[in-house]
């Protein structure tokens, strides 16, 4: 049973460039929810993805945008990178139905942003 | 506001010794809580979780924490530390309304000497 995959492990942009981050959620899952983790703190939710909807989402500008697709799976678009962008992406799939929502997580994208 | 406090941030044990991380909550309702482990250059494994139910909560690689309502705590302990508990410790509210999302702590590295 494969877990939550992302892709790509790592990625270097410079500023202003655009970023696409993909994720596959965990097989039977349909929800997908997207973290930042900057170095040093805890992850940080940007927003969750259900039924190719955005459901809810944090406190990240509008130059945070995503999608999903019919086969659940997700993308997180960035653009006009900022140095600040810089951090860990942690995709986390999850039941929309599940009774307690257990997430399960991603290894992450690292994006560097010179 | 809904959040999730660990004080410190960095613990550091000798191998056998107690290990104990600390987490407190600020909600009126209490959320279901979560604890992570993050190795390095890794996403996030949960370790154990409180829901309902028996406030001991048992989790794996010897973890334990125990939910207290009265101080809006769910504070990790292991009796024993081991070299491999070294790693970053992530605890997570998951709040009323909030469906999936998880609010993080900022996290506390554990350091374990030989």
């Known amino acids: 049973d494969a877990g939550v995959t992302q892709s790509p492990t790592h990625l270097i942009k410079t500023r202003g460039q655009q970023v696409t981050l993909r994720c596959s959620p965990k097989?039977?899952?349909?929800?997908v929810s997207w973290y930042q983790q900057a170095l040093g703190q805890g992850p940080q939710f940007i927003f969750q993805?259900?039924?190719?909807?955005?459901?809810q989402r944090g406190n990240f500008p509008d130059r945070f945008s995503g999608h999903q697709f019919p086969n659940y799976s997700s993308e997180l678009n960035v653009n006009a990178l900022l140095l600040g962008d810089s951090a860990l992406y942690l995709c986390?799939?999850?039941?929309?139905?599940?009774?307690?929502?257990?997430?399960?997580f991603g290894p992450g994208t690292r994006l560097t942003v010179l | 506001a809904q959040s999730v406090t660990q004080l410190g941030s960095h613990v550091s044990v000798s191998e056998g010794a107690l290990v104990l991380l600390r987490c407190n909550y600020s909600?009126?309702?209490?959320?279901?809580l979560f604890w992570y482990v993050q190795y390095p250059n890794q996403g996030l494994q949960l370790l154990l979780k409180?829901?309902?139910?028996?406030?001991l909560v048992k989790g794996i690689n010897g973890f334990e924490a125990e939910f207290k309502k009265s101080e809006t705590s769910f504070h990790l302990t292991k009796p024993s530390a081991h070299m491999s508990d070294a790693a970053e410790y992530f605890c997570?509210?998951?709040?009323?309304?909030?469906?999936?999302?998880?609010?993080f702590g900022k996290g506390i590295t554990l350091s374990v000497r030989p």
């Open positions: 997570a509210g998951r709040f009323t309304g909030a469906n999936s999302k998880l609010t």
């Open positions: 993805y259900y039924e190719e909807e955005e459901r």
């Open positions: 909600s009126s309702v209490p959320p279901y």
């Open positions: 409180y829901t309902t139910g028996a406030t």
């Open positions: 986390a799939s999850s039941l929309w139905e599940g009774v307690y929502n257990e997430q399960f």
């Open positions: 097989s039977g899952h349909d929800t």
